[in-house]
C-alpha cells in the first residue's frame, strides 16, 4: 500500500496532536487555534509603526545607500527598528506565555505577524541586498534554565517563512539579571559588556537584522548590534514582536 503524501501525512499528525493536545490561544486560552481570530483582530499596532531611528524615534526615509534617520542621528550600531504590534493584550499575554510558560508553538504565529510586518514595509537595505537574521542571544546559564531561548525560535520560524539565513556567532559572555526586573538606568548597567562576537570568522558585510521578542528601551538591541559592528558588520537592523510604549519624541535609548 502506498504511503500517504507528506501533506496528507502533517495534516494527519496535526489532527492526532490536536485530540491530546489541542490548541489553545496564547492570547485569550480559547481552544481551537495557537492565536485566534477574536485576538488577531484585537491585536494593537505599535505606537512607532514602520521602520524607526532608535535614536529619535522618527521613521526612517529613503536616501542613496539605503534608508536612514533624516535626522542623520547618531544611533551607534543600530540603524532601524521594525515592531509588529503594541506590548499590550492579547500579543504581551501570548508573548509571555512563550516566554515564561514553555508555549514554544507560539513561536511560529508570533513570527508569522512579524513576517508579515517585514513584507508590509519596505526594506531600509534595499531590495538588492539579502539580509541574515541574528536572534538575540541568552547566557548559557538562562537557556539551562528555561530550556531554549524564544528569540532564536522567533529567528528560525522567520527566517523559514522569509527564506532568510540564520548567522550564529553573537553570544550572551556574561549573565546578568533579568531585564524586566530593572529601571532604565539599572537595564543600562546590567548590559555592560554582556555581548561579543564569537563567530569563527568576522560577521559578513550583508545587512543582519537582530531577532527579539520585546523592545522596551533598546540597550538589548543596541548593544547587539555594538558587538556585531565591532567585529566588522556591515549594517545592523532590529525586528521585534511588540514594542512597549513609544511616540515620535521619546528616546528609545
Same mark, same amino acid.
Given at each position: ?22 490548541? $489553545? ?13 477574536n485576538?488577531l ?22 536616501g ?31 508573548i509571555? $506565555? ?21 513584507? @508590509? ?13 541574528? @536572534?538575540?542571544?541568552?547566557?548559557? $546559564?538562562?537557556v ?41 538606568d ?44 565591532? @567585529?566588522? @558588520? ?8 511588540? $514594542? ?10
Amino acid at each position: 500500500m502506498p504511503s500517504a503524501p507528506p501533506a496528507a501525512s502533517a495534516r494527519l499528525l496535526h489532527r492526532l496532536l490536536d485530540l491530546v493536545y489541542p490548541r $489553545r490561544c496564547g492570547g485569550c486560552d480559547r481552544l481551537g487555534a495557537w492565536l485566534c481570530v477574536n485576538c488577531l483582530a484585537a491585536l494593537q499596532p505599535p505606537a512607532l509603526p514602520g521602520w524607526m531611528c532608535p535614536v529619535c524615534n522618527g521613521p526612517l526615509v529613503a536616501g542613496p545607500g539605503g534608508a536612514g534617520c533624516p535626522l542623520g542621528c547618531d544611533s551607534g550600531g543600530l540603524l532601524g527598528v521594525l515592531a509588529a504590534g503594541a506590548y499590550a493584550d492579547p500579543l504581551s499575554a501570548a508573548i509571555k $506565555r512563550l516566554k515564561y510558560q514553555n508555549w514554544q508553538v507560539l513561536a511560529a504565529p508570533l513570527a508569522g505577524l512579524l513576517a508579515a510586518t517585514c513584507a @508590509a514595509y519596505p526594506a531600509p537595505w534595499g531590495a538588492a541586498a539579502a539580509p541574515q537574521l541574528v @536572534a538575540v542571544p541568552l547566557h548559557r $546559564r538562562r537557556v539551562r534554565e528555561r530550556g531554549f531561548n524564544q528569540a532564536a525560535l522567533l529567528a528560525r520560524a522567520l527566517g523559514a517563512r522569509l527564506d532568510w539565513p540564520i548567522l550564529a556567532g553573537l553570544a550572551r559572555v556574561r549573565y546578568t539579571a533579568p531585564q524586566a526586573r530593572l529601571t532604565a538606568d539599572e537595564r543600562a548597567v546590567n548590559l555592560e559588556e554582556a555581548f561579543a562576537w564569537q563567530g569563527p570568522a568576522p560577521p559578513p558585510s550583508a545587512p543582519l537584522v537582530l531577532v527579539d521578542d520585546v523592545y522596551t528601551r533598546g540597550f538589548t538591541l543596541n548593544l547587539c548590534a555594538d558587538a556585531l559592528r565591532a @567585529a566588522g @558588520a556591515g549594517a545592523v537592523y532590529g525586528v521585534v514582536v511588540a $514594542r512597549t510604549g513609544g511616540s515620535p519624541v521619546d528616546g528609545s535609548i
